[in-house]
């Protein structure tokens, strides 16, 4: 069995950084790619960002280039996404998630991560 455990999160002010991380647990697998998404209130799950560990691309949606930066270590299935300068419309619920099985490159697809986190809540304020 394989968990993905997220720490982080919290209130913060429009401006501020925030740091999530999230650590896989349980048996010992290897990743191809993991992720970071988010749904706000109303919305849909929306991609943020990914880092393929084959080469360590790193891939982005727009509204948060620049500003949000992932990082990780593929041998502890760890990944980290570094949140700065948020601003109110990043507020959400926000979700890591693992490829562990095969990789077809649609890394901002839900649908290509086989393992996910418990979700924690982002709130900026205005």
């Known amino acids: 069995q394989v968990q993905l455990v997220q720490s982080g999160g919290g209130l913060v002010q429009a401006g501020d950084s925030l740091r999530l991380s999230c650590a896989a647990s349980g048996r010992t697998f290897r990743s191809y790619v993991m992720g970071w998404f988010r749904q706000a209130p109303g919305k849909e799950l929306e991609f943020v960002a990914a880092v393929s560990w084959s080469g360590g691309s790193t891939y982005y949606t727009d509204s948060v280039k620049g500003r949000f930066t992932i990082s990780g270590d593929n041998a502890k299935n760890t990944v980290y996404l570094q949140m700065n300068s948020l601003k109110p419309e990043d507020t959400a619920v926000y979700y890591c998630?693992?490829?562990?099985?095969?990789?077809?490159?649609?890394?901002?697809?839900?649908?290509?991560?086989?393992?996910w986190g418990q979700g924690t809540q982002v709130t900026v304020s205005s």
């Open positions: 998630a693992a490829d562990v099985t095969y990789y077809s490159g649609h890394y901002y697809s839900a649908s290509e991560y086989d393992y």
